[in-house]
C-alpha cells in the first residue's frame, strides 16, 4: 500500500517529492514506490456562497438579512475544481492505504486540507506533517515522526470557527450597508476595529492644538546641558520673557558641578523575529509594506529554503534546536556574516533561557535561518536584504549584552539647575551584529514611530526635534567631571518649539496596535490592511495610512459593537482556546449568529446618511446619475453610482509609446474629427495618428498575406547566383 501526500502547493510537492524520491511525474501528482505526492492550489473548497442556498439571495435585498443557514455548507471552487477532481481520482485508488497532510503548519493550512478529506469523503486513516523548514533534512526528519491528525482536531475546530464567523458577520453587514447605502461598503470582524483605530487617530489629529514652548540650553564647550526646573521636569517653558531672562541669568553665572552619578547599565540582544516584529521592522528599516514582507518571507522559505516557518507568533527557539545553532551559524558564515560568525564558532555559544524557552513557543519557534548553505547572489535585492535582517537578529543571539556607563551631570548656576546625560560604550555586544554601538543598533522595545505619544489636545506632546535634541543630548560624551569643580560656561541660549500632533501610523505602527489588541493573527494581518487599501477605505500618504472619506463615513455608520478592537479581541482570544482544545466551538458559534442578529438589526434602524466621497461633476450618458471615480488597476475610473447601471470608462486618457519631442514624455492618446492624436498638454504640441486596425500580430499577418499576394515570386538572391542559374538554364536548354 502507498501513502498519499497532499502539499498546500505545487512547488511545495515538488520538493517533497524529489526528496521522498518520486519520480514519475503525472499531470496532477508524483509517484514512486511508497508515497503518491499531490497538491491543492490553495482552498480548493470553501464555504458555500448565499445564492448556494436560496436562488433569491443573488440579489441583495436588506429585508433578506440576516443570512442564517442552519448548517453552513461548502462547495468545490470552480476556478480549481480540475484539480481537485484529480485528488478526489487519487483517494479512490485501491493502492492507496493512508493520507498524510503535508499543507502550510498553521491553522489555515489545516483547513485546506480538512475541507478537501470532507468533500472527497476521506475515511481511512490520516497522520500530519509538521516541520518548521522545507529544507531536505526537515522533511525526511518530518516523515519519520509523523504525527496522528485527530491530535490537530482543536486547529481545524478553531479554523472553522474562524471562516464561519468571517462569513456571518462580514457577509451580512456587508450587504446591510451595501443595500442600505446603495454603494459598496464592506465591514469585518477584524478590518472594522482596524480602521476604527486609524480614525481614532485622525481625531487626535484634529483635536490637537499646537502650542510654542521654549527650552534653555547652556554651552560648556565640549558638552551641553539643559535647564529644568527638577530633575523630574521635561525643561519646556510656556512663556518666552521668562526662558529669555533665565538665559541672560545663566549667561552671567559662575557654574559649579554639583553631583556626577555614573552607573553601570547594560541593553540584552533583542529576541529573534516573529512575523509582525520582522514586517514593523521591515517596514521601518526597508519601507517594505506588511503585504510584500510576507510575499518575500514565503520566497525565502519555501522557494530558496533559507528560513523557518514565516507565519509564526513566537519570538523564541526551543532547547531541542540548541545543537543545530552552530550548523545553522556555519551555513550563513558567508560574505557579510563570516567575519560576525568566526568568533562564534571558535568557543561554545552562549544559549540562555532570554532566548530558548520551550514554554513560550506553541506551534512554531521563531523565525531563524535554516542549515541550508546559502548562496546570496540567487537573492533578488529585496530577498537579499529581509535576509540580512533575519540572519544579523540570529548572530545577535549568541553575542553578549551591549555594556555602556551613563554619566549624569547636575551643575548649579545662580541657584538654577543643568542636566547632562553622556554614554561611554563598555562593550559593544550583540550590537556589533549592526556594525557595532555606531551602527543600525536594534531594539527590543516596541516603538511607535509617531513623534509625539498618542492622545491629548493639550500640550504634553514634545515636538519631534525636541525630542532629537533629547537623544542627541544623551550619547554625547561627557569630559572626567568632579563635583565642586567650577565650569566656564561659553554662553546659554533659548529654543523655540511647537507641541506636535500624534503621527499618522506607518503600517509599523498600525501592526504593533494590532498585536496589542489581538486583532487578526501574524499570517492574517498584512493581508487585513491590504483589505482596508483595495476597497478604498484607506490610503497610503507617504508610508503612513490615512483613512479616506470613505473610510470616514463607514466607520460612523457600522454599530459601535463592530467598531471596538476589544470585541474582536475576546473572539481571537476565544479561538486560540479552541485551537488548544480547552474552548466550546459550540458555544461560539452561537454567540456569532446572535451578534450578527444584532449588527443588522442595528443598520437597519440606523438614520445616518452616506454621501459617497468621489462623485465627479460628470453625468453618466446612459441613466444621467453622477459617475463616481475610482482607482482601477490600468488608473483611475469613472462609474456610474447608479449600481444597477454598469457603465464605466477610463477617468485618465490612455498614453501612447509615442514620445513628446520636446519634454520627451509619453504622450496623450485623443479622438478628434480628423481621427486619433497624440497630445502632450504641458508643451501642447499635438501630433497625427495613423489608423491601424487590429493587435501588432494580426497586422504582421495582414502584411504577410498583402506581400504573398502582390509578389511576383522572383528570387532576390545574388548576381552571382542569378548568374549561374541562367547559364544552367542556358545548357540544359541546349
Known sequence: MKSLVLAEKPSVAKEIARVLGCGDRQKSYYEGSRYVVTWALGHLVTLAEPEDYDAKYKTWNMEDLPILPAKMTLKVMRETSHQFKAIAQLCKRGDIGDLIVA?????????????????????????????????????????????????????????????????????????????????????????????????????????????????????????????????????????????????????????????????????????????????????????????????????????????????????????????????????????????????????????????????????????????????????????????????????????????????????????????????????????????????????????????????????????????????????????????????????????????????????????????????GTPATRADIIEKLLQTDTVERKLNRLTPTGKGKQLIELVADDLRSPDLTARWEQELERIARGQGNAAAFMDDIRKQTVRLVREVKASEQEYKPHNLTHSKCPECGTALMERKGKRGKLLVCSNRECRYHRAAEPALTFKRCPQCHKRMEVHMGKAGKYAQCRPCNVIEMLEEQNGSPRVQRKQQAKLAQQYSDNESFGSSLADALKAAMEKNGGK
Open 103 to 519: 499543507t502550510d503548519a498553521g491553522r489555515e493550512g489545516e483547513l485546506v486540507a480538512r475541507w478537501i478529506m470532507d468533500q472527497v469523503h476521506w475515511r481511512k486513516p490520516f497522520q500530519r506533517l509538521w516541520i518548521s523548514s522545507q529544507t531536505d533534512k526537515a522533511i525526511r526528519e518530518g516523515f519519520q515522526r509523523l504525527k496522528p491528525g485527530n491530535e490537530y482536531n482543536g486547529l481545524y475546530a478553531s479554523a472553522v470557527c474562524r471562516a464561519e464567523a468571517d462569513w456571518l458577520i462580514g457577509l451580512n453587514v456587508t450587504r446591510a450597508l451595501t443595500s442600505k447605502y446603495g454603494a459598496q461598503l464592506a465591514a469585518g470582524r477584524v478590518q472594522t476595529p482596524t480602521l476604527a483605530m486609524l480614525m481614532e487617530r485622525e481625531r487626535e489629529i484634529a483635536e490637537f492644538r499646537s502650542v510654542p514652548f521654549w527650552t534653555v540650553t547652556a554651552d560648556f564647550g565640549s558638552f551641553r546641558a539643559k535647564w529644568r526646573r527638577s530633575e523630574q521636569h521635561d525643561g519646556r517653558l510656556f512663556d518666552e520673557p521668562e526662558a529669555e531672562a533665565l538665559a541672560v541669568k545663566l549667561g552671567r553665572a559662575k557654574a559649579t558641578v554639583e553631583s556626577v552619578r555614573m552607573t553601570e547599565k547594560q541593553e540584552p540582544q533583542p529576541l529573534a523575529y516573529d512575523l509582525t516584529e520582522l514586517q514593523r521592522d521591515a517596514n521601518k528599516k526597508l519601507g517594505f509594506s506588511a503585504k510584500q514582507t510576507s510575499s518575500v518571507l514565503q520566497r525565502l522559505y519555501e522557494q530558496h529554503k533559507l528560513v523557518t516557518y514565516p507565519r509564526t507568533d513566537s519570538r523564541y527557539l526551543t532547547s531541542d534546536m540548541a545543537p543545530t545553532f552552530k550548523s545553522r551559524l556555519d551555513a550563513i558564515a558567508i560574505g557579510p556574516y563570516a567575519a560576525l560568525i568566526a568568533p562564534l564558532l571558535r568557543r561554545p555559544l552562549a544559549v540562555t533561557k532570554r532566548f530558548v524557552d520551550d514554554s513560550k513557543v506553541t506551534d512554531h519557534h521563531a523565525i531563524i535561518p535554516t542549515e541550508q548553505y546559502v548562496n546570496l547572489s540567487a537573492l533578488s535585492p529585496e530577498e537579499r536584504r529581509l535576509y540580512d535582517l533575519i540572519v544579523r537578529r540570529f548572530i545577535a543571539l549568541f553575542y553578549p549584552p551591549y555594556r555602556y556607563a551613563e554619566t549624569s551631570v547636575v551643575i548649579e548656576a545662580a541657584g538654577e539647575r543643568l542636566y547632562a546625560k553622556g554614554v561611554v560604550p563598555k562593550d559593544s555586544g550583540w550590537r556589533e551584529a549592526y556594525g557595532g554601538v555606531g551602527g543600525a543598533a536594534e531594539s527590543d522595545a516596541d516603538e511607535d514611530d509617531d513623534p509625539v505619544a498618542a492622545g491629548g489636545g493639550g500640550a504634553s506632546p514634545v515636538s519631534g526635534s525636541d525630542a532629537g535634541e533629547n537623544r542627541a543630548a544623551v550619547s554625547q560624551r561627557l569630559p572626567e567631571l568632579t563635583k565642586g569643580q567650577p565650569l566656564a560656561m561659553r554662553a546659554a541660549g533659548v529654543a523655540n518649539h511647537r507641541t506636535q500632533p500624534p503621527g499618522r501610523y506607518t503600517e509599523a505602527a498600525l501592526l504593533t496596535r494590532m498585536e496589542q489588541h489581538h486583532l
